[in-house]
């Protein structure tokens, strides 16, 4: 049983597209996050969500939407794509510190 | 603000050779503090952790780590290495609180030799 699971796995498109990413998890946790690893395996968090509201934006352009419909599922919308957002997406949730993290999904934007 | 260096951005081994990742964070209170492995294409799979209580932790695949208060660090340990611990390792520190996130460190490249 997956714990954190996202789709796709692999999201390739043009610039100026819109895409979504969506998270599930099935730990119960309340905690949902994104993050963000560049080319460089450098990881930062964008967002991060407790019971479906929004506690943390790190400063992530608005051209990022996080949604969460319910406490099991974080999503991630991107408008416009630039070549800057090629990158591995992590969707988490944590629960008491704990944080376990999904997949990945890498995103080539070309 | 919450920090985590890794000084060393790659380290090789021999298989067999004992392993220690260094890292050192920033942070004003009892950190929460944490060692991520990533092999190649795979997602954040966690080592271990420090909360608090025993300061020296032992994970899984047979590694350990040890807080240091008084050097603000959390040194990755593991005895002897196997060629399959070959990945990127993150050391990470937490907050703690509703709004809590995962500050990570740049990594270390592990290869190791046969």
């Known amino acids: 049983d997956t714990a954190v699971s996202q789709t796709p796995k692999y999201l390739v498109t043009q610039m100026g597209n819109d895409k979504s990413i969506k998270c599930e998890q099935n730990?119960?946790?309340?905690?949902m996050y994104w993050y963000k690893q560049d080319s460089k395996k450098f990881l930062k968090i964008m967002f991060s969500?407790?019971?479906?509201?929004?506690?943390i934006n790190e400063t992530v352009p608005n051209r990022f939407s996080p949604k969460s419909p319910d406490k099991a599922h974080l999503n991630l919308h991107i408008n416009s794509l630039e070549l800057g957002d090629s990158a591995v997406y992590f969707c988490a949730s944590s629960q008491r510190g704990d944080e376990y993290f999904g997949p990945g999904t890498r995103l080539t934007v070309t | 603000a919450q920090s985590v260096t890794q000084p060393d951005i790659h380290i090789t081994v021999s298989e067999g050779a004992s392993l220690e990742l260094r890292c050192n964070y920033s942070y004003g209170a009892t950190p929460y503090l944490f060692w991520y492995v990533q092999s190649p294409g795979q997602g954040l799979q966690l080592l271990l952790k420090?909360?608090?209580?025993?300061?020296l932790v032992q994970g899984i695949k047979g590694f350990e780590a040890e807080f240091k208060r008084s050097q603000s660090s959390f040194n990755l340990r593991k005895p002897s290495v196997h060629w399959s611990d070959a990945a990127e390792y993150f050391c990470a520190v937490t907050n703690t609180g509703t709004a809590s996130k995962l500050t990570f460190g740049t990594g270390t490249r592990l290869q190791v030799t046969l």
């Open positions: 730990l119960g946790h309340d905690t």
């Open positions: 969500y407790n019971n479906k509201e929004l506690i």
């Open positions: 420090y909360f608090s209580g025993d300061t």
